[in-house]
Each structure stands twice: as structure tokens, then as C-alpha cells.
């Protein structure tokens, strides 16, 4: 990897007409039009279009038409799906996880626009990253701006702009006579996740503790006879 192609990913100002990526440019869309041009019924044809295309698609169902920066920089997980129209500017890297769904015209972005106007007449761009978590269902007609997070299980409603993260939250799921039911989500790293569970848990029971709030428990009424 040349040092302009790592500039781009790694978030540094680069200069995008440089003569390789502009090269990789025109390949990637002459793949997304080669792409587009087919048949739907021609699915196999498409996703060997998509194995050429992308950095990891894991079979990914992604209806036409679809659009691209670079493609080398998008990875989607397992049971990715996408409605028409999408578009991924993949300047910078784009990581989908798994179980993710997309509606009509998205649009993902990762380029910066410099604050210097010396930059911008040098026509140097930067990026940031985009990450969308597992189970994210995003709606149509929205646009996720350069660097956001989107959290798992989070729900875009239609026309939405993003602009900041999606952050962690907690929602109650459930209502009953003897207790409430919450969902609590967080940020953690996939090799943290056990220890940050454990240590909420016990921070929760001893808050719990003392604010005089008690665990509801499962209880059963046993009748027994000779």
C-alpha cells in the first residue's frame, strides 16, 4: 500500500486524484456499473461482481442499484441486506457487523472536507470511519455522516441525518405486576464484553441494595399431598 492509500485510510489528508486512486476509482466503478447493468435474475453473475468489489461481503444480499467509492474498504457481516440504492463512500474504512438491514436510498459517508481553505484549493480531502453495529436496521432516504457509530440493535427511522454516534442506552422492554424488564446496551470490545457484563451486574445489585430495591424472582406456588 502506497503512502497516499494510507494516508486516506488511516484518516490523514491525502490527495484523491493521485493517479492510483484515481485508477481504483474508475475500476470500482466500472465494476458497480457492470454490476448494475445486470439482469436480477442473474444473481450468481452478481456476486461474483461483488466478490471482485468488496473486502468482505459474507454473501451479502444487496438489491440494484448499488454504488461505490473504492469497494476495498467496506466489510459487511453475515446476513447483510440492502434495499435499492445504496451508495457507501468507502473512503474510509465502512465495517458493517452481522444482521444488518437497509432501506432505499442510503448513503454512507466517510470523506472530510478540510477546515483550510489552503487544503481545499490543494483539493486534499481526510476521512473517519463509519461502524454499524449487529441487528442495526437503518431506514430509507437516510445519510450517515463521516466517523458516526451506530450501536446495536439501534433503529434509524426514515429521512434521519446522523451526524453523531448512536450511543449505548437502556429501554424497558418489559412490564409487570412484580417487576420491570430492562434492555441495556454498551460499547465493548468483543474480547471485554464477559468482564464489562460482570462488573455491571454487581454494580447493579449493590446500587440496588442500596436504594432498598429488590430482584424479582420467579416464584412458584408448590402444593403437595400424600
Not at 23 to 42: I, V
Not at 92 to 101: A, E, L, R
Not at 123 to 131: A, D, F, I
Not at 195 to 211: A, G, H, I, P, Y
Request: charged share 25%.
Amino acid at each position: 500500500m502506497n503512502d497516499t492509500k494510507s494516508d486516506m485510510i488511516s484518516g490523514e489528508l491525502y490527495q484523491p486524484f493521485s493517479k492510483e486512486l484515481y485508477n481504483d476509482r474508475l475500476y470500482c466503478k466500472s465494476l458497480c456499473h457492470e454490476l448494475n447493468n445486470l439482469s436480477p435474475l442473474k444473481r450468481d453473475d452478481i456476486n461474483l461482481i461483488l466478490d471482485k468489489l468488496l473486502n468482505e461481503w459474507n454473501e451479502a444480499f444487496i438489491e440494484q442499484p448499488f454504488h461505490c467509492t473504492y469497494g476495498y474498504n467496506i466489510s459487511l457481516g453475515k446476513n447483510f441486506y440492502s434495499k435499492d440504492n445504496l451508495f457507501i463512500d468507502d473512503s474510509g474504512i465502512v465495517s458493517i457487523s452481522d444482521n444488518v438491514t437497509i432501506g432505499y436510498n442510503v448513503t454512507i459517508l466517510t470523506s472530510v472536507t478540510p477546515i483550510s481553505s489552503q487544503d481545499r484549493a490543494k483539493g486534499l480531502e481526510s476521512t473517519l470511519p463509519v461502524r454499524i453495529y449487529e441487528g442495526v436496521c437503518i431506514g430509507s432516504n437516510t445519510v450517515i455522516y463521516p466517523g458516526v457509530k451506530i450501536n446495536r440493535e439501534s433503529i434509524i427511522e426514515p429521512g434521519s441525518v446522523v451526524k453523531d454516534d448512536i450511543p449505548p442506552f437502556v429501554n424497558m422492554t418489559e412490564y409487570k405486576d412484580s417487576a420491570l424488564t430492562f434492555t441495556l446496551r454498551v460499547w465493548a470490545a468483543t474480547e471485554n464484553y464477559e468482564t464489562l457484563r460482570c462488573s455491571l451486574l454487581e454494580n447493579m445489585n449493590k446500587r440496588f441494595n442500596e436504594e432498598g430495591i429488590e430482584l424479582a424472582y420467579t416464584t412458584y406456588d408448590i402444593h403437595l399431598s400424600k
